[in-house]
């Protein structure tokens, strides 16, 4: 039979506990609240309501009033839709309003806007991932960087090798071999399944010193971290050297910005050369204008509000106090605390109990992780409040002692 292979793949994973199936959300929120048009973490599934602890609305921005509000003037200005690529006639002034913003609050010179931030890691790799006069390029990529990263530096023709998370040290003695003139160095800013940071003052030593470019995915600290919220990217040491050493940001809209969409960040040569060769850009449809608008009204509540930022940290802190010190959960600047299980029918078994107690905390496992590292990925964001927390932690208690 034809294709055979793809029910006994989903029998397998059945099998191994990694079976995967979508949750209908019926209402992602619900007990608006009239303070600061802070919403509630609340989502309701199968008519029964639940503290959500897996969205990745870190700052408690979605469905906000003035972000709402944004849209609907997009939409009345520009339409709903695009209507073509952006080198068709599909790059309108929202678009441009956007992208100057981004620069504005990243401080760099362009930016260029996508329709998801896998769409944009994958472009950025392959399009950058060339074979030059007999001289391939090489990209240098963290063991834990997004599935994005890894597909487009491998579907390129770049010479591409990993090194173990955050081994700063094994990186150094890959760049020291290499004898390639166009070399990228690549990592998560906040990495998404531990929550932990690239060590970024030793990264750009490194592209400092073997004149490598860095590239950053700064999709989970985007809005969280920086003081106005300008992500991982923020703690990196201006430099006035050349673009031998130059970095490169992508982030995305869906998450802390509460649209959707992503962008590169980059110098002037490489935003031309992307517009001219990268595939995902020339082929697809702009971004909705209108979405574009209500991005620069979210950035600019990201820049305004730092009372969002400051209650992640306390509420991050107050779970680790609540939790019982034999619970061990990977050290975290960010919104996301991880809790290593291990097992995955355990790690579902726990997911389950901590539903009948009202939280909706979404197991995850292999291959999204390592195998025998399924864990419990809780993250805090700016709509929580204390109750929430509290309750958490006790939840977990009772789950996992």
Not at 156 to 162: C, F, L, P, T
Not at 182 to 198: N, T
Not at 245 to 272: P, Q, R, V, W, Y
């Amino acid at each position: 039979m034809a294709f055979e292979f793809i029910k006994q793949k989903l029998t397998k994973q059945k099998t191994l506990s990694r079976y995967r199936q979508r949750t209908c959300i019926q209402q992602s929120k619900v007990n608006l609240s009239t303070v600061d048009n802070e919403e509630s973490a609340q989502i309701i599934v199968d008519g029964k309501t639940y503290i959500n602890f897996s969205s990745n609305d870190y700052l408690g921005l979605n469905n906000h009033q003035q972000i709402n509000q944004a849209m609907q003037e997009g939409i009345d200005k520009f339409g709903l839709c695009a209507s073509a690529s952006s080198l068709v006639t599909g790059f309108h002034y929202a678009h441009q309003a956007l992208e100057d913003k981004i620069c504005q609050w990243l401080n760099q010179p362009k930016c260029l806007l996508f329709s998801s931030g896998f769409t944009a890691n994958v472009a950025l790799f392959q399009t950058l991932g060339q074979e030059v006069n007999g001289d391939r390029c090489h990209f240098f990529l963290d063991k834990l960087s997004h599935a994005s990263m890894l597909d487009g530096a491998f579907a390129s023709k770049a010479k591409v090798q990993r090194f173990a998370h955050n081994n700063t040290e094994q990186l150094a003695q890959l760049l020291s071999k290499s004898n390639s003139d166009h070399k990228l160095i690549a990592s998560e800013g906040v990495f998404s399944m531990d929550g932990d940071q690239a060590k970024l003052t030793a990264l750009q030593q490194l592209s400092h010193e073997h004149k490598a470019w860095l590239y950053l995915d700064d999709a989970h600290s985007i809005g969280v971290i920086g003081e106005q919220g300008q992500g991982s990217s923020s703690q990196l040491i201006a430099s006035n050297e050349d673009s031998s050493t130059s970095h490169i940001i992508m982030a995305t809209f869906g998450k802390a910005i509460a649209t959707s969409g992503a962008f590169l960040a980059c110098d002037e040569n490489l935003h031309d050369y992307l517009i001219n060769f990268a595939r995902h850009y020339i082929y697809s449809t702009a971004i909705s204008p209108a979405l574009a608008w209500a991005t620069i009204k979210s950035i600019e509540l990201i820049q305004q509000q730092q009372w969002r930022r400051d209650k992640i940290n306390e509420l991050s802190h107050l779970l680790i106090q609540q939790l019982d010190p034999s619970i061990t959960i990977i050290p975290s600047e960010s919104s996301i605390h991880a809790i290593i299980i291990g097992n995955e029918q355990k790690a579902l078994t726990i997911s389950q109990q901590l539903k009948k107690q009202g939280i909706w905390l979404t197991p995850i496992r292999p291959p999204t992780v390592a195998e025998g590292s399924s864990r419990l990925r809780v993250t805090i964001c700016a709509n929580h409040n204390e109750n929430d927390i509290k309750h958490l932690a006790k939840s977990l208690n009772e789950a996992l002692i």
